[in-house]
């Protein structure tokens, strides 16, 4: 039997590009080589105060059936008690699907573009602790990275190739 995967993002239209790819390699390397890894896109949540909201994530939660493992994964923005927030909502998915299905939250420190860098051969300027630390890293650090690649133009602004990158940095760390 398959496992089946819904990762929920804030927002998926760029979102997609990075957490699918870091998704799947995640289950094949827990042992879940075939699971069934989707990104949600129907219901467009559209922002971080939508994602956040338990009504919304209850509103994915059925229209999934099913789906057995759920992936709120949101950016933090800065927002140090993000963590609260995902956890009540994991407590209350917990209450709502029972035996056999889980909602798990987490949030990129401070977005998912950071997870996106991490795979990346950097500029040696950029000193990792700063990206992490920097409260707008999409634009600060991803977006100058994605238009020196000449990246903007692709679907996700660069986001598509991340995966590409990644997928040999992953597997010779393995």
């Not at 129907?42 to 994915?60: F, H, M, N, Q, Y």
């Amino acid at each position: 039997m398959s496992l089946n995967v819904l990762v929920i993002p804030e927002d998926f239209r760029k979102d997609q590009y990075v957490l699918a790819p870091l998704v799947s390699r995640f289950c094949a390397e827990a042992g879940k080589a075939n699971a069934r890894v989707e990104v949600c896109s129907d219901p467009l949540l559209g922002g971080i105060s939508e994602a956040l909201k338990w009504k919304r994530v209850e509103e994915v939660i059925e229209m999934y059936p099913m789906v057995q493992v759920f992936l709120l994964l949101v950016d933090r923005d800065g927002v140090e008690d993000r963590q609260v927030a995902l956890r009540k909502i994991e407590e209350s998915a917990a209450e709502k699907l029972g035996i056999g299905r889980v909602l798990l939250g987490e949030n990129a420190w401070q977005e998912i573009e950071v997870w996106a860098l991490a795979g990346q051969e950097l500029p040696t300027k950029w000193k990792w602790q700063d990206t992490r630390a920097e409260t707008n890293p999409k634009e600060t650090y991803f977006e100058p990275w994605a238009q020196e690649r000449q990246l903007t133009k692709e679907p996700g602004e660069g986001r598509k190739t991340i995966p590409r990158c990644c997928r040999s940095l992953l597997v010779a760390k393995a």
